[in-house]
């Protein structure tokens, strides 16, 4: 079988980047066309880490183009940004991996959060983008909506217990993330002076990534509890999760059956730290039981897991190949 063309649209960020270091080893896809909003300039040049490794122009949008040379899309671009391009290129027929919030969410919830959707037709069309919930309607999507890096990290570590959760009792969900899942734009918060040798909370439990957990958990948003932590490290999330339980049940073989078959998620024994998964798609999930009390411990790499590692995973799926296909397994550690 000849390589699949494929598209990096968004390519001078920390996810555009990542993805073209997973798509320039993957034995299926070829990427053949790299853009950004402006063009004018090569790949190494926005990259200087890829000089003498993959030298490539990146030119300006143009969708004809991209319908002529490609097969599918990644749009790694602001919210927003991202339905303008959805629609022409799904109606072009090209399939498309969304890694902005356009595709996430219910309209109205999304409204809420965002902007006014101008898009709704392919919003009812996207497949959430998690294999450990929707592994079969991934190998028939066109559109996938890549999920946030809160809400990845969060709704994995919750997945096992919602049956065992006590209904309407508070999720509460305290999540660490590094500098880099703020992306490359300067800002005052993700300045070096204001985040070296310091900690805080940001948008405590107003963070629009909260609806979109709550929604793909089934609960109201109410319940949902999320307070994100910006942490002085470049990449990483760990999220620690409280939940009420009921039932006499071993909360780790229940987590451990659980995800007995699954890809990229590892069950620990012991409480699981962000290195061990850095530069890899893998979560791992740690979880203690106290009486009625579970607390969940879930890591990921924010960038891989969290946006671009996970978005080839998905693009796999829907390709109908191996989920695992061309996927990095091995963390930076140390």
């Known amino acids: 079988m000849s390589a699949i063309n494929v ?3 968004g390519v001078s960020g920390y996810t555009g980047l990542e993805l073209v270091k997973i798509l320039i080893k993957h034995p299926k896809f070829n990427l053949s ?6 063009g004018g300039t090569t790949l190494s040049e926005l990259h200087p880490s890829l000089a003498g490794v993959f030298e490539c122009n990146v030119v300006k949008v ?4 991209i319908a002529k040379e490609c097969e599918l899309v990644f749009l790694a671009v602001p919210h927003q940004t991202a339905m303008a391009y959805v629609k022409p290129l799904m109606q072009k027929g090209l399939k498309v991996v969304d ?3 356009d595709y996430r969410l219910s309209k109205d919830v999304y409204e809420e959060f965002y902007c006014p959707h101008t898009d709704t037709d392919n919003l009812l069309e996207a497949v959430y983008g998690i294999p450990e919930l929707f592994a079969k309607e991934l190998r028939s999507a066109k559109l996938v909506a890549n999920p946030g890096c809160f809400p990845t990290s969060a709704i994995l570590g919750l997945l096992p217990f919602m049956d065992k959760r006590v209904k309407h009792t508070p999720i509460i969900i305290d999540a660490k993330t590094g500098v880099s ?6 800002s005052d918060v993700t300045h070096f002076v204001n985040v070296n040798d310091n900690l805080f909370a940001y948008n405590p439990l107003m963070h629009r990534h909260a609806p979109e957990i709550a929604q793909k958990l089934g609960v109201d948003f109410d319940e949902v509890h999320f307070v994100p932590h910006l942490v002085p490290i470049t990449r990483g999330m760990l999220s620690s999760i409280y939940i009420q339980v009921e039932g006499d049940f071993d909360a780790y073989k229940y987590l451990s059956e659980f995800y007995k078959d699954a890809k990229h998620v590892r069950v620990s024994k ?3 730290d962000m290195k061990s998964v850095a530069g890899t798609n893998f979560c791992d999930i740690y979880v203690k ?12 790499d924010n960038l891989m897991r969290g946006a671009s590692s996970a978005a080839v995973a998905n693009a796999n799926l829907m390709m109908g190949f191996d989920e695992e296909l061309g996927i990095p397994n091995i963390a930076y550690v140390p």
């Not at 143009?62 to 183009?65: A, N």
């Not at 899942?181 to 300067?186: E, W």
């Not at 039981?289 to 990921?300: D, Y």
Request: aromatic letters at 6%; a neutral charge.
């Open 99 to 101: 890694l902005s919030a």
């Open 33 to 38: 066309y790299v853009a950004n909003s402006e």
């Open 7 to 9: 598209s990096v649209i």
């Open 62 to 65: 143009d969708i004809e183009t």
């Open 289 to 300: 039981q106290k009486g009625n009390v579970l607390f969940i411990s879930s890591a990921i």
């Open 181 to 186: 899942g703020a992306g490359k734009k300067l």
């Open 270 to 272: 012991n409480p699981v």
